[in-house]
């Protein structure tokens, strides 16, 4: 499946971001979706997955209770809400595949830069 990631900017610290990951050529409801990010000079770490049905989510510690990960299978899209952004949150974001179950995340989009000023 290919995947592209949209929906970044700048913000100011305490707002909020929609990030979008729409999906093409294969359907992503055969697949686990999630979000990643890399900040300048820090390796990428994990943000959010979401099961392929959708009822199954899961955050890292850092953004529990600030972002919510959801999914819309009929339009072929992943979301990414980010709320009450801080300035550690200051990264490239991008949208990531896998096979339903214990498989790595093998597709990936091209990211999206979100900015948050302090």
């Known amino acids: 499946v290919q995947l592209q990631a949209s929906g970044g900017g700048l913000v100011q610290a305490g707002g909020s971001l929609r990030l979008s990951c729409a999906g093409s050529?294969?359907?992503?409801?055969?697949?686990?979706m999630g979000w990643f990010r890399q900040a300048p000079g820090k390796e990428r770490e994990f943000v959010a997955a979401?099961?392929?049905?959708?009822?199954?989510?899961y955050y890292a510690e850092s953004v529990k209770g600030r972002f919510t990960i959801s999914r819309d299978n009929a339009m072929n899209t992943v979301a990414l809400q980010m709320n009450s952004l801080i300035p550690d949150d200051t990264a490239v974001y991008y949208c990531?595949?896998?096979?339903?179950?214990?498989?790595?995340?093998?597709?990936w989009g091209q990211g999206t830069l979100v900015t948050v000023s302090s």
């Open positions: 990531a595949g896998k096979a339903r179950g214990p498989y790595e995340y093998d597709s």
């Open positions: 979401i099961s392929w049905s959708g009822s199954r989510t």
């Open positions: 050529g294969r359907t992503v409801s055969r697949y686990d």
